[in-house]
Structure formats: structure tokens, C-alpha cells
T-cell receptor
Framework: QQQVKQSPQSLIVQKGGISIINCAYE??????FPWYQQFPGKGPALLIA?????SEKKEGRFTISFNKSAKQFSLHIMDSQPGDSATYFC????????????FGTGTSLTVIP | GAVVSQHPSWVICKSGTSVKIECRSL??????MFWYRQFPKQSLMLMAT?????????EQGVEKDKFLINHASLTLSTLTVTSAHPEDSSFYIC????????????FGPGTRLLVL
């Protein structure tokens, strides 16, 4: 059973546009929601993360929107650049006690110049 | 930020041989480390959770005798793929939990394994 569902599978955005990736989760006990960026042949790197006590978090061009009642969260990449072309994974976990991450299926983002 | 290293970064081996992959937390002590497997264009699949000083907890469907995990110290966990076969070829990624860190898990750069 997929604990975290992610869409779309792939996304093509024009340079300067907004990239939006969505995730939905089932377990209401999840309380940590990170987004990871992964380039080919590299390990995932943390982009931004949010906890359920806030509805939005912004760091530079990256924003997480969180809807607790709908059990959904999304990543917005503003002013998308070709260098943002990568695979993005959302994840969910229980607290910060070193519990496992449940990853989404990934979104391949291509930003065209 | 905290750094997790993996060694080797890539390895090619013959079918039937064993391969050891190391995961090290370089500037923090990791009581818990995780091992993932990733196939091309797919998500990360958790293989096992490794706790220092105790046996690893394997996910359903992962053969513990095939994928041996040893977390002998607070900064080192190893994954040994025993009697590797071509279907074991994959990208293996570890992560480490730093209780005092900003992130809950720090990921290593991954190890590409190709079994011929």
C-alpha cells in the first residue's frame, strides 16, 4: 500500500514558470513532511520540510503548502530554472525520532529554457 | 550541514561474489541508519533499518541472509550483498539519523552496483 501518493509523474515547465508537485498521505499520525531533490546518480538532498502546525513554509524559491484536513501537501518552485531539472520526492514520517520515511513515487521535472 | 559518505561510489563485480558497501556519518553519531534501494526512474525502497549494537530490521520481502547489515559503531553501517546476481544490480543509498540535527535523516551519495 502506497502511504504517500505523488503526482504528476513528470512535469515540463518553461523557464521562469511555476512548478507544482502534489502529494497526498493516508496516515494522520505523520508529522514531518520533507521534499527531496535528486539528480541522476546522486543521493537525495533535502530541499525543504514542514510540520503540520503550519500551513505554508517558504525558503527562497521553494514553498511547501500544507493542507492538514485534506491530508495533502505540495511543493511550489517559483521562477523555475533549467538547473532545477531533477527528480523530486515527497516523503512523510512520524516525528523526528529517526523513524523511516515513506517516499512518494517521484516527479521528473524538466525546465526548458 | 551533516555529511554522510558511502564507499565505494560504484562497483562492478562478477556474479556469485560478495560486495560490501560502507555508510559513514562524518560529523555526528548516528544511532539509526537506513538502507534503501533504487531502480532507475523509481522511488527509494527501504530495505532495512539499522540500529547501532543491535540486529537490523528488514522490510518485508528483503532477504536478510542476502543483504547483511552491520551497524558496528555510531558512525558506520555496512551492507554486504552476498552471492550477488545481476538482478541485484541497483543504486543503494544509505541515510543516517542525527538526533541533534536540523534534518531527521541525512542521505549518502549512493553506490551504484553492477553485477555481471
Amino acid at each position: 500500500q502506497q502511504q504517500v501518493k505523488q503526482s504528476p509523474q513528470s512535469l515540463i515547465v518553461q523557464k521562469g514558470g511555476i512548478s507544482i508537485i502534489n502529494c497526498a498521505y493516508e496516515n494522520t499520525a505523520f508529522d514531518y513532511f520533507p521534499w527531496y531533490q535528486q539528480f541522476p546518480g546522486k543521493g537525495p538532498a533535502l530541499l525543504i520540510a514542514i510540520r503540520p502546525d503550519v500551513s505554508e513554509k517558504k525558503e527562497g524559491r521553494f514553498t511547501i503548502s500544507f493542507n492538514k484536513s485534506a491530508k495533502q501537501f505540495s511543493l511550489h518552485i517559483m521562477d523555475s530554472q533549467p538547473g532545477d531539472s531533477a527528480t523530486y520526492f515527497c516523503a512523510a514520517s512520524l516525528g523526528n525520532t529517526g523513524n523511516q520515511f515513506y517516499f512518494g513515487t517521484g516527479t521528473s521535472l524538466t525546465v526548458i529554457p | 550541514g551533516a555529511v554522510v559518505s558511502q564507499h565505494p561510489s560504484w562497483v562492478i563485480c562478477k556474479s556469485g561474489t560478495s560486495v560490501k558497501i560502507e555508510c559513514r556519518s562524518l560529523d555526528f553519531q548516528a544511532t539509526t541508519m537506513f538502507w534503501y534501494r533504487q531502480f532507475p526512474k523509481q522511488s527509494l525502497m527501504l530495505m532495512a533499518t539499522s540500529n547501532e549494537g543491535s540486529k537490523a530490521t528488514y522490510e518485508q520481502g528483503v532477504e536478510k541472509d542476502k543483504f547483511l547489515i552491520n551497524h558496528a559503531s555510531l558512525t558506520l553501517s555496512t551492507l554486504t550483498v552476498t552471492s550477488a546476481h545481476p538482478e541485484d544490480s541497483s543504486f543503494y543509498i544509505c541515510s543516517a539519523h542525527d538526533p541533534g540535527g536540523r534534518e531527521t535523516q541525512y542521505f549518502g551519495p549512493g553506490t551504484r552496483l553492477l553485477v555481471l
